[in-house]
């Protein structure tokens, strides 16, 4: 929902037009209407203003010196952190190649020139509607992680375990070729998949000794209320698949639906693998970290034992193996007298 009022009022807007007429017409008209405007005459300039000014939206002419609009759109939309920023082209009626070729690079959307004021008016107030609700879906997200981070905190032994899982579940994905969905929903899944330990007391969370029954049957609810805790967020809908199975065993053993096999998301198998190799491999209240070469020869017994997916085991090893080896390319020969 859009704050009460003229949400757009004073949204700042950058105009990246060479030709000076053109500004002397569109400025005006964007500044009667609540907008704060800035102009930059090419691509390189308006790069360098979207770094000192932070704009809501741009707008792009297609032909420009230095650097023209396609470029520009293009080089944005590859910067993860400025993606999100809506682009409109201003084209010409018949420049149908122009059009395409701006859509392949990223354009939101596009005004052709001579402008029809409401039109263009139009057409920036939905994308600053679009832009906004996409901001409440990250702040929703942050709230979110912060939480995981919070619960992860209470225990010194497990700080910084959620950003390791992510970081090597993405690595993972990427290493088996998944798609840019897929990447995304692990390195969210691998923040967000202990979030449901919220409900889980600390007495049980830093236990040094062996849990009981009943405590261990606590910790087994901590995936299912994790996968509703998130499930109401759109935005991190690919990764409930993962909070939910990540303790699911092939053999049908594991909690809490008790899948097995392929009825376990790939997704989720995958990040079983990194979140048990990084507990394995780290020092816990209950016990010292092991090397990384033990906690492997303990993953592979359990994969024998049909718990683990053994192919993501084996790309796993392979991984590490490549970036270890990576490591020792990269390392300084030794000089001896």
Known sequence: ?????????????????????????LEPILVSKGFSVAVARDGVEGLEKIRLLSPDILLLDVNMPRMDGISMCRQLKNDSEARMMPVIMLTAHADLEKKIEALEAGADDFVNKPYNTVELVTRIKSLLKVKYLNEQLDSAESVLFSMARAIEAKDSYTQGHVERVSHLAVEL??????????????????????IGKIGVPDKILNKAGALTTEERKIIRLHPGQGALICEKLKSIKGAIPVIRHHHERLDGTGYPDQL????????????TIVDIYDALTTTRSYRKSLSPSIALDIMWDEAKKGWWDKDVLTEFVAMLQHKNNAVEEEAPSSITA
């Open 1 to 25: 929902m859009l704050p009460p009022g003229n949400p757009f009022a004073g949204a700042k807007v950058l105009l990246v037009e060479d030709d000076p007429h053109a500004v002397g017409i």
């Open 173 to 194: 994905g990427h290493h088996l070729g998944l798609g840019d969905e897929e990447i995304d929903s692990l390195r969210k899944g691998g923040i967000l998949h202990d």
């Open 260 to 271: 097995s096999g392929d009825e376990i998301p790939l997704l989720a198998r995958i990040m």
